[in-house]
């Protein structure tokens, strides 16, 4: 039986015509890609959390940047307040 084509392979085929990246490597790249934009916004949240946090960064500004990222991801989440950001990661 023959292997099932990769759901997105006319964008595996231009990435690997584009770019210096090998078949295999482009779809571990895709893969990586799909996979941030498919967190939902309280994954995303927890996950930027922990991140900037580890920087030392004091949450004031965590929540300032957040509410910025969020604004600009593909599909923007809604507005979140610093309390609801604050329920997000810390329940």
Do not use: C, K, W
């Not at 949450?59 to 604004?71: P, S, T």
């Amino acid at each position: 039986m023959p292997a099932s084509p990769h759901p997105h392979e006319d964008l595996l085929a231009h990435l690997a015509r584009t770019t210096a990246l090998a078949p295999p490597d482009a779809a571990r790249v895709l893969a990586e890609v799909l996979a941030y934009f498919a967190e939902t916004t309280e994954e995303y949240v927890r996950r930027r959390h922990g991140e900037l946090q580890a920087r030392g960064l004091t949450n004031d500004r965590i929540f300032a940047r957040l509410d910025g990222e969020l604004a600009a991801r593909r599909v923007a989440a809604p507005r979140l307040s610093a309390r609801q950001l604050r329920r997000i990661v810390y329940g």
